[in-house]
């Protein structure tokens, strides 16, 4: 442990994903001695690419970037995000089991479009009888109050039985606004946010750029046993890993994962393309994938072949925490956080999505990293450590 006054306080940072890099780079550049764990043999987490055949694609979903925070969009340019791609979603939908072939319409639904449906009388009268506030009782319930039944059917109630593996109407209403809509401007941008990013060449380059200058350890999983070890050379430690895990106590937070099978398909053309857009929702029952992701529409690679990904729910990964209207995990993961600061003498942080057990995007993640790291210097001055004087980052 760094001696008060003395020398420059060190912070062990568990994870290197967005934001555990981004923690660590941000406390590194404040002049604090860093280390990060990872236990994989490289950083990136879930927003990791691949190639295949010299075709980039996304194993792990894909990798949507945007926000409208200056100070957010500065650093993730700083380290080499810098391809501008306006993200426009996509939904294929029967309108019943008798139906052969799909419609695909914009995603989150433009009303302008719903009129080619033979349903369109009867959207169009539910739509005028919405409430004037949207229900916040649970997921469904918020569906529909905000674009009545039919299209909550048509878009959602698929999709959301296969992705949670639950009925619509147990999941927290919380996630629904940052997440779906329907819209009447005519704008097919999925996001509204200022910025937008594909990276390339591919995100983990831009997490490799956070974390070069910091000795890192990869291949070494730390758990809640190893925070003894830890404090014999560390003040603080920066936890970006799942708390369930951690504290040798699997099983105590609901996850819901998901399964990618990836197709390399060679092509005459090398600009062409399978699917029609990067992103494409399934949401019918009849298909057993939510979505499929063809990343050569946003890296716009001129290659003739192409790899489209389809995503099958239910795998045994962490990839989503469960909010359910009881908030029950959300819970859970507040009491694992206090019996974490109580197994250490360090000062203890956590920061992401799997150590928050939030359902958030990159550019959060970010933020949240960015927020960690300004937490972390503000209480080690507070204790007498030896920092810099000022934020780790302004925000």
């Not at 993200?87 to 302008?112: C, M, N, R």
């Not at 992701?293 to 099958?312: F, R």
Request: with cysteine; glycine share 8%; proline share 8%.
């Amino acid at each position: 442990m760094s001696a008060s006054g003395t020398a420059s306080p060190q912070v062990a940072v568990v994870g290197a994903g967005w934001s555990g890099a981004t923690a660590a780079r941000l406390l590194h550049d404040a002049g604090l001695r860093v280390h990060i764990f990872e236990r994989t043999m490289a950083v990136g987490g879930h927003s990791r690419s691949a190639t295949v055949n010299g075709v980039l694609f996304e194993p792990e979903g894909p990798h949507i970037f945007h926000t409208s925070k200056p100070a957010v969009k500065d650093f993730a340019v700083r380290h080499g995000m810098r391809h501008s791609y306006e993200h426009k979603g996509l939904t294929q939908i029967f309108l019943d089991d008798a139906d052969e072939h799909p419609y695909t319409l914009s995603w989150p639904p433009q009303v302008a479009e719903l009129h080619v449906l033979p349903v369109w009388p009867a959207i169009e009268k539910e739509l005028s009888g919405l409430p004037p506030t949207p229900c916040t009782r649970d997921f469904e319930s918020h569906c529909v109050s905000i674009m009545g039944r039919t299209l909550y059917r048509l878009f959602i109630e698929g999709y959301t039985i296969k992705q949670w593996g639950c009925h619509p109407s147990d999941l927290s209403s919380t996630f629904a606004p940052s997440r779906l809509g329907l819209r009447t401007d005519g704008n097919r941008r999925l996001f509204r946010d200022t910025w937008e990013f594909f990276p390339l060449p591919n995100a983990q380059e831009v997490m490799e750029s956070m974390t070069r200058p910091i000795p890192a350890t990869f291949g070494q999983e730390i758990a809640a046993a190893d925070l003894p070890e830890l404090e014999r050379a560390y003040d603080a430690v920066v936890l970006t890993v799942p708390l369930d895990t951690f504290a040798g106590r699997p099983g105590r937070l609901e996850w819901r994962g998901i399964r990618t099978v990836s197709r390399y398909i060679p092509l005459e053309d090398p600009d062409a393309t399978v699917t029609p857009g990067y992103i494409v929702n399934h949401p019918s029952l009849r298909v057993p994938y939510t979505r499929t992701v063809e990343s050569k529409h946003a890296s716009g690679q001129s290659i003739p072949a192409t790899v489209v990904t389809e995503e099958y729910p239910g795998a045994p990964a962490r990839h989503y925490p469960v909010l359910t209207t009881d908030s029950r995990n959300e819970r859970e993961n507040v009491r694992l956080q206090e019996e974490i600061r109580k197994m250490t003498r360090m000062s203890v942080f956590f920061c992401g999505r799997l150590a928050n057990y939030e359902y958030i995007n990159q550019d959060v993640a970010l933020d949240q990293g960015m927020s960690c790291a300004n937490d972390v210097i503000r209480e080690l001055r507070a204790k007498g450590r030896n920092t810099r004087e000022g934020r780790a980052y302004e925000r």
